[in-house]
T-cell receptor, first 112, second 111 residues
């Protein structure tokens, strides 16, 4: 059975701090990797894709380690608006045709 | 506006009364899928579709049916709903190698 494991938190972090999350996935054949953000039981929204070479989008940096089967997300200079649940997501087929497998999410609370 | 539209947003129904949750996307995406979200269990895939007339079971398909007669629509059918199907449901669509876009969700209560 394919699984994606995350620390559920909550992570309580002061505004302006740097916070990092990891997740691990069980299927070594997994093809694509993403971080999604979910606010208060609203729909998940794509935050960023994750590549082995690492990728950065503003204050957010994501990294994939295929050998160890883990994915990381780093948030720098955290803002109050970053408070949300962060979902680690993988697909097992190239292109994502067979949908997504979600971790249960890491809850982040940014404190003023 | 590019979007995935689910209806209804909220539904309370009784055990055994057939219902359909509609899902439509206007982005010409090939891939569509349905998920349910429950406290402590996260988001779990119910069914997915790779294209018109191509559907397959996800991790929790029992008690659900789907169809993909047109590219834009992917309805979720509960033939005989039971209380354990009370959940928050999301439909999503994507094209190859891109992340999925989600609908706003359907909160279903079966009494």
């Amino acid at each position: 059975r394919k699984e994606v494991e995350q620390d559920p938190g909550p992570f309580n972090v002061p505004e302006g701090a740097t916070v990092a999350f990891n997740c691990t996935y069980s299927n070594s054949a997994s093809q694509s990797f993403f971080w999604y953000r979910q606010d208060c039981r609203k729909e998940p929204k794509l935050l960023m894709s994750v590549y082995s070479s690492g990728n950065e989008d503003g204050r957010f940096t994501a990294q994939l380690n295929r050998a160890s089967q883990y994915i990381s997300l780093l948030i720098r200079d955290s803002k109050l608006s970053d408070s949300a649940t962060y979902l680690c997501v993988v697909t097992d087929s190239g292109g994502g045709a067979d949908g997504l497998t979600f971790g249960k999410g890491t809850h982040l609370i940014i404190q003023p | 506006e590019a979007q995935v539209t689910q209806n209804p947003r909220y539904l309370i129904t009784v055990t055994g009364k057939k219902l359909t949750v509609t899902c439509s996307q206007n982005m010409n995406h090939e891939y569509m899928s349905w998920y349910r979200q429950d406290p402590g269990l996260g988001l779990r895939q119910i069914y997915y579709s790779m294209n018109v007339e191509v559907t397959d079971k996800g991790d929790v398909p029992e008690g659900y049916k789907v169809s993909r007669k047109e590219k834009r629509n992917f309805p979720l059918i509960l033939e005989s709903p039971s209380p354990n199907q009370t959940s928050l449901y999301f439909c999503a669509s994507s094209r190859a190698n891109y992340g999925y876009t989600f609908g706003s969700g359907t909160r279903l209560t079966v009494v």
